[in-house]
C-alpha cells in the first residue's frame, strides 16, 4: 500500500516542462536558426536559372550514368562473372 501512496503522490505533482527548450542555460545559435529558416522555404527561394538546371543534369544524370559505365567496363575487362548475369 505504500508503494500505491507513493506512486499517487509522484503522479499528483505538475509535471515541469519547458517546451523542448531544453536546459534554461542552452541559447540558440542565431545561425543555425537562419540556416533552418532558409532550408523551410528552399523551395520558394529556388530559381530555375540555366546554369541550376544544368548543374542539377549534371549531378542527377550525368554522374549516376558516369559511374554505372565504368562499373560496367571493369566488369566487362575483367570478365567477372557477375557480369555473365547481368547480360
Known amino acids: 500500500l505504500r ?3 507513493a506512486a499517487g503522490r509522484i503522479a499528483g505533482r505538475q509535471q515541469s ?6 536546459p534554461r542555460w542552452l ?3 542565431k545561425y543555425v ?3 533552418n529558416g532558409r532550408r523551410e522555404i528552399t523551395e520558394k527561394a529556388f530559381n530555375a ?5 544544368a548543374n542539377i543534369v549534371f549531378y542527377a544524370v550525368i554522374v549516376p550514368l558516369g559511374v554505372y559505365w ?3 567496363s571493369e ?3 575483367k570478365g567477372d562473372r557477375r ?4 547480360c
Request: glycine content about 16%; aromatic content about 6%; proline content about 0%.
Open 83 to 86: 557480369y555473365k548475369n547481368m
Open 49 to 53: 536559372s540555366g546554369a541550376n538546371v
Open 17 to 22: 516542462r519547458n517546451m523542448g527548450m531544453g
Open 75 to 77: 566488369l566487362q575487362k
Open 27 to 29: 541559447t540558440k545559435n
Open 70 to 72: 565504368l562499373g560496367r
Open 3 to 5: 508503494g500505491l501512496a
Open 33 to 35: 536558426e537562419e540556416w
